[in-house]
């Protein structure tokens, strides 16, 4: 984090974050080749084997964030209502509240107004595409940042 922090501030150039980037890329090598009998600490290593090449994005583009947190934070009213029942007895029911928790989670994102949204799509004779852009593909909003 000192790094990425340090790139953010202009006291650290591309290289030497790319370096720190590579340094922390060994280190993680080591480990991962490291034995262990515990099977739990066995499944965390063969994981970051796994991610092992996206770990240390966040050093080198600034889009990147370190932590997932807004992606938790975005899916914490979905957890809360599937805990709570939500109406989900059925396969069907937890399609329909999937759909419309995301339809209404990005409809907030975009700022724009999900009853304007929804009106044509639950009028609509068949099927159709809501009118709403890819995540990530709008630039100057706050959670882009």
Same mark, same amino acid.
């Given at each position: 984090?000192?790094?990425?922090?340090?790139?953010?501030?202009?006291?650290?150039? &591309?290289?030497?974050? =790319?370096?720190? /980037?590579? @340094?922390?890329? %060994?280190?993680?090598?080591?480990?991962?080749? !490291?034995?262990?009998?515990?099977?739990?600490?066995?499944?965390?290593?063969?994981?970051?084997?796994?991610?092992?090449?996206?770990?240390?994005?966040?050093?080198?583009?600034?889009?990147?964030?370190? &932590?997932?947190?807004? =992606?938790?934070? /975005?899916? @914490?009213?979905? %957890?809360?209502?599937?805990?709570?029942?939500? !109406?989900?007895?059925?396969?069907?029911?937890?399609?329909?509240?999937?759909?419309?928790?995301?339809?209404?989670?990005?409809?907030?994102?975009?700022?724009?107004?999900?009853?304007?949204?929804?009106?044509?799509?639950?009028? =609509?004779?068949?099927?159709?595409?809501?009118?709403?852009?890819?995540?990530?593909?709008?630039? !100057?909003?706050?959670?882009?940042?």
């Amino acid at each position: 984090m000192a790094a990425r922090d340090g790139r953010v501030a202009g006291e650290l150039d &591309t290289a030497q974050v =790319a370096a720190e /980037a590579e @340094r922390l890329g %060994v280190a993680v090598d080591r480990l991962i080749a !490291g034995q262990t009998v515990y099977a739990p600490n066995r499944r965390l290593l063969d994981h970051l084997a796994r991610e092992r090449g996206a770990l240390f994005t966040f050093l080198l583009h600034d889009d990147v964030q370190a &932590t997932n947190w807004r =992606a938790e934070h /975005a899916i @914490r009213p979905a %957890v809360v209502c599937r805990k709570a029942w939500g !109406g989900n007895r059925t396969w069907t029911g937890a399609q329909t509240w999937q759909v419309l928790s995301s339809l209404l989670a990005t409809a907030e994102v975009q700022q724009r107004d999900p009853v304007t949204l929804l009106v044509p799509l639950l009028c =609509a004779p068949s099927p159709v595409l809501a009118e709403l852009a890819i995540p990530g593909t709008i630039t !100057g909003l706050a959670c882009d940042r």
